[in-house]
DNA sequence: TCATATATTTAAGTAACTTATATATTGCAA
DNA sequence: TTGCAATATATAAGTTACTTAAATATATGA
């Protein structure tokens, strides 16, 4: 597992980027799915998932659909135009970030930045 | 600029992998090559980094040496051998890190998981 | 009958940061 | 010679994105 301080800040951007990717998702799925991706290294517990879904739609970013689906609940979540705006600035960022992070764990020897 | 929440977590692990790289450092020294690898995507302030290195000094993982150079105090850190199979395992987390979020944002979509 | 999986919600607490402030020297430009 | 930028370290106060924990409810298989 990583630690989730390391984790903490990306969240959100995971949330919405798979969001975008799968169309219309429920919270549930969306744990199993960040799981999935990340082999288990990084899991998404509810009390961080739900507040930020919460968060985004009253931001605007996200809009619900409820739907029954055996008795329970489900809340789908969806990206409005603001929310694929959010997403594209958000991943660009991320990317950003990775970036940097492999030239502090890569870096190269012969690269003299001096 | 990457979003701070985005990096607060990774700040510890980049300060130990530079040590690591460039045998001992002083604070301002340390700034300046994030910024530098980074191409100043990354920033550490002043108010995140010393309390950073004094932490790691309590707990064993860096040393320091004061010298003077130009009337100005320059407190020099270093890796004890405690510290360098601390900062083995912080790069290898981060580097999972950096994995799982690559499998985030570039997914595969030939490859289905289901 | 009981644990596990499914599904959402929210309150309370933590800690890694940011922001701001303080202090002091060197060196360059106007 | 005045004043700003760069160099160099330190710490107190505040923020906030999380974690942990507790609550609620149904379906399903052992």
Redo the contacts between chains.
């Keep these: 597992m990583?630690?989730?301080?390391?984790?903490?800040?990306?969240l959100?951007?995971?949330v919405l980027?798979?969001l975008k990717?799968n169309g219309r998702m429920y919270g549930y799925e969306i744990t199993r799915k960040?799981e999935?991706?990340?082999?288990g290294?990084?899991k998404l517990t509810y009390g961080a998932l739900y507040p930020i879904l919460h968060k985004l739609e009253n931001e605007g970013v996200l809009v619900t659909e409820s739907e029954n689906y055996n008795n329970r609940i489900r809340v789908y979540y969806s990206l409005t135009d603001k929310g694929e705006s959010v997403v594209a600035e958000k991943?660009r960022?991320?990317?950003?970030?990775?970036?940097?992070?492999?030239?502090?764990?890569n870096?190269q020897p012969g690269l003299n930045?001096a």
Excluded: W, Y
């Design positions: 990583i630690s989730t301080d390391l984790i903490k800040g990306s959100k951007t995971i980027k798979l990717e960040v999935e991706l990340t082999a290294q990084i991943v960022e991320m990317k950003e970030f990775i970036e940097s992070l492999q030239n502090i764990v870096p930045h």
